[in-house]
């Protein structure tokens, strides 16, 4: 078992296990389309999400990633969309869990290199699976592989791993 310990912006001395091989040993209902590295390299949180986080996670996540050196830039996302909220309304809505204050893709992030919190990951798995119903309403309302019909939505789900470029 590994011990990784994190120490950036938003975390100073936290420690996790990696308790499962990374990539592998999801949970059966869990089955993203993407994995972190390939959500960096396609644009996601306006390049700015993980840019302070880089010593924590794989060298080859960030190979090709769209990261902004300065403030988030929508630009930036696979469908030049600004599909994110700030983080002021994920606290209030309270997504967010202590162990990973950046929410859900720093969640994903560490669930993929092998870290396991059963109850959050339990949390985390439902709200992944919550975001199928865009999925659904992109299917309903675009024809089949116009990936800028509905750029918004399709961002989004691409913040969630899924890849609607194939819908």
Not at 28 to 37: A, E, N, R, S, V
Not at 70 to 87: E, I, V
């Amino acid at each position: 078992m590994r011990i990784i310990e994190v120490n950036d912006k938003m975390q100073r001395g936290y420690r996790y296990a990696l308790s499962a091989p990374a990539g592998a040993d999801f949970d059966p209902g869990f089955k993203p389309d993407l994995t972190p590295g390939q959500m960096l390299r396609l644009g996601v949180f306006g390049g700015k999400y993980m840019t302070d986080t880089r010593s924590e996670f794989p060298e080859e996540w960030f190979a090709g990633a769209k990261l902004s050196p300065g403030k988030r830039n929508p630009t930036l996302n696979c469908f030049g969309a600004d599909a994110s909220q700030p983080l002021s309304v994920w606290r209030a809505k309270g997504w967010i869990n202590p162990d990973d204050p950046r929410g859900w893709f720093q969640w994903y992030c560490r669930y993929y290199l092998g870290r396991r919190l059963p109850g959050e990951d339990a949390r985390q798995i439902g709200r992944w699976k919550a975001m199928r119903r865009h999925v659904a309403q992109i299917i309903s309302n675009c024809e089949r592989l116009d990936v800028w019909c509905r750029r918004r939505q399709r961002q989004a789900l691409l913040h969630w791993a899924y890849d609607s470029r194939t819908l």
